[in-house]
């Protein structure tokens, strides 16, 4: 798998997870360990993203 073509799964994962928060808190009775738990793992792909395009532009 080429560096592009991982960082573009990697911004859909993202962008999944994001997708995912945003129907989690339009229901009611939303669980808030749940939507802390989805942001942390958007925040660890999007982390991953920015350090691979960092080295990728190095």
Same mark, same amino acid.
């Given at each position: 798998m080429s560096l592009s073509s991982h960082v573009e799964e990697l911004q %859909? %994962?993202? *962008?999944?997870?994001s997708d995912r928060v945003e129907e +989690? *808190?339009? /229901?009611?009775? /939303?669980s808030d360990s749940e939507i802390a738990e989805l942001k942390k793992q958007k925040l660890r +792909? %999007?982390?991953e993203i920015s350090r691979l395009e960092a080295d990728a532009s190095a």
């Open positions: %859909k %994962k993202h *962008q999944t997870l +989690i *808190q339009r /229901s009611p009775g /939303s +792909i %999007k982390e």
